[in-house]
T-cell receptor, first 116, second 114 residues
Framework: AQTVTQSQPEMSVQEAETVTLSCTYD???????LFWYKQPPSRQMILVIR??????QNATENRFSVNFQKAAKSFSLKISDSQLGDAAMYFC?????????????FGKGTKLSVKP | KAGVTQTPRYLIKTRGQQVTLSCSPI?????VSWYQQTPGQGLQFLFE???????NKGNFPGRFSGRQFSNSRSEMNVSTLELGDSALYLC?????????????FGNGTRLTVT
């Protein structure tokens, strides 16, 4: 069975600085998808970024980028120019390529605080 | 366009009772998934419905059930509630089930079992 591990329960960053959240996963599959979701206090999960395992190029969405290391099964999220609104729980998630979009395996999350 | 709507937002029930949670997906979305979120176990997949058919089911006891109606609205039911069922229940919808159909989550229903 696939597992997703986020080893940092909490992280803190100064406004305008850069922070990297770690995620590792375990799978025997060669094709899969990885996601980062953000959950602010409003509780609504919001998709931040996604990565297809077959793509070597790291995904980027504005201030958010990933470092995808397939051999190491590592998928970290970098947030540049951190803003107060980035404060939230961040979840890393895995989806089998043959699975459906609704069936994701989530890590336990990292709580990110942003200091003004 | 209205987002995913979950009702009620908060619910308090007693052990042994049953509960029904509702989820209205974004208009046009045909796929609905449910997740249970607890501090200890994190987010766990419950089930997924597409066009009124259950496509996937997570590793939960039979006390947890769900259904989807012809208008894509979904309900989940938990019977014989246990204290451990206290959690945030999240619903997510998508147009379809492929990667190009990203999940849109609701604000969840916070269930407390006493």
């Amino acid at each position: 069975a696939q597992t997703v591990t986020q080893s940092q329960p909490e992280m803190s960053v100064q406004e305008a600085e850069t922070v990297t959240l770690s995620c590792t996963y375990d799978t025997s599959e060669s094709d899969y998808y990885l996601f980062w979701y953000k959950q602010p206090p409003s509780r609504q999960m919001i998709l931040v970024i996604r990565q297809e395992a077959y793509k070597q190029q790291n995904a980027t969405e504005n201030r958010f980028s990933v470092n995808f290391q397939k051999a190491a099964k590592s998928f970290s999220l970098k947030i540049s120019d951190s803003q107060l609104g980035d404060a939230a729980m961040y979840f890393c998630a895995y989806r089998s390529a043959g699975g459906s979009q609704g069936n994701l395996i989530f890590g336990k999350g990292t709580k990110l605080s942003v200091k003004p | 366009k209205a987002g995913v709507t979950q009702t009620p937002r908060y619910l308090i029930k007693t052990r042994g009772q049953q509960v029904t949670l509702s989820c209205s997906p974004i208009s046009g979305h045909r796929s609905v998934s449910w997740y249970q979120q607890t501090p200890g176990q994190g987010l766990q997949f419950l089930f997924e419905y597409f066009s009124e058919t259950q496509r996937n089911k997570g590793n939960f006891p039979g006390r947890f059930s769900g259904r989807q109606f012809s208008n894509s609205r979904s309900e989940m039911n938990v019977s014989t509630l246990e204290l451990g069922d206290s959690a945030l229940y999240l619903c997510a919808s998508s147009l379809g089930t492929g990667l190009n159909s990203p999940l849109h989550f609701g604000n969840g229903t916070r269930l407390t079992v006493t």
